[in-house]
């Protein structure tokens, strides 16, 4: 039999209501500040950064923490880093991955269908919420994203666009915390290179944003909630498989 506790005292004692609060290192503060700027589109493919002392000063670290941050990123594929005249850091242009990116992207993202999953959920409710309320203006900019990421033949800009499109759906909702919620979700399933073939991207992508856009516009909430639950799935069904194709290779 267990033991039986003094009256007035507890089984198993409380944990501390404070705990050691956890202090990310300098190099990992800068690691996921650059990631959130490329995951943003703030950062192109091919674009060159600052030089490592200027960099180092606007970011406010050491040239040291800077390097160590530099590597992270080379190791997980969001740069490249050159030596000689016309060298330095570039944002890597989007590729299809090697076995080995693929492999590592893979197991460090297990949890890749839970953050879709809670994006179809997120994301449907932003857009049955935007639909009786988005404005002119808003549609206006849904209809540009549309025939923007139509006609590229650029994987960066088709990238841009979409998150402009879900992003402008969040701001339209007028409820303050989304767009951050949605740029975080969204923000969690980026991958530094190119897992599809961009016309194939096309097809699928333009098509379901304009069945989206069609409900926003005569403002019918439960079409807009249930296109875009329906879009984020699918997306969510293709990443999977191409990622385990890859893997397969």
């Known amino acids: 039999m267990g033991m039986i506790p003094e009256p007035g005292k507890s089984a198993t004692p409380e944990p ?54 530099m590597h992270i990123l080379q190791v997980e594929g969001y740069v490249d880093i050159s030596i000689g005249q016309q060298g330095g850091v570039f944002v890597r242009t989007t590729t299809f991955p090697t076995g080995q990116q693929a492999d590592h992207w893979a197991k460090e993202s297990a949890d890749f269908k839970g953050v879709y999953d809670l994006r179809a959920v997120v994301e449907g409710y932003a857009a049955r919420t935007a639909a009786p309320v988005i404005g002119a203006e808003a549609l206006a900019t849904l209809e540009e994203t ?23 759906i969040a701001e339209a909702s007028e409820l303050e915390l ?36 069609d409900a926003l516009s005569v403002h019918d ?26 893997r397969a290779t």
């Open 16 to 69: 501390p209501l404070l705990q050691p609060v956890h202090v990310p290192s300098a190099h990992q503060v800068v690691v996921n500040h650059l990631r959130r700027i490329i995951h943003l589109g703030k950062l192109q493919p091919g674009t060159k950064l600052p030089p490592e002392r200027q960099l180092s000063a606007q970011l406010g670290v050491s040239r040291t923490t800077l390097r160590e941050a």
């Open 146 to 168: 549309v025939v923007s990421m139509e006609s590229t033949d650029s994987i960066g800009i088709f990238r841009q666009e979409d998150l402009r499109y879900h992003l402008t």
């Open 178 to 213: 989304l767009p951050e919620i949605v740029g975080q979700l969204r923000a969690a399933l980026f991958m530094p290179f190119q897992i599809f073939e961009l016309a194939d991207m096309q097809a699928s992508s333009v098509r379901e944003h304009r069945q989206i856009l």
């Open 221 to 246: 909430a439960q079409s807009a909630g249930a296109f875009m639950t329906a879009h984020v799935s699918h997306s969510a069904t293709a990443m999977m498989a191409a990622m385990e194709s890859f």
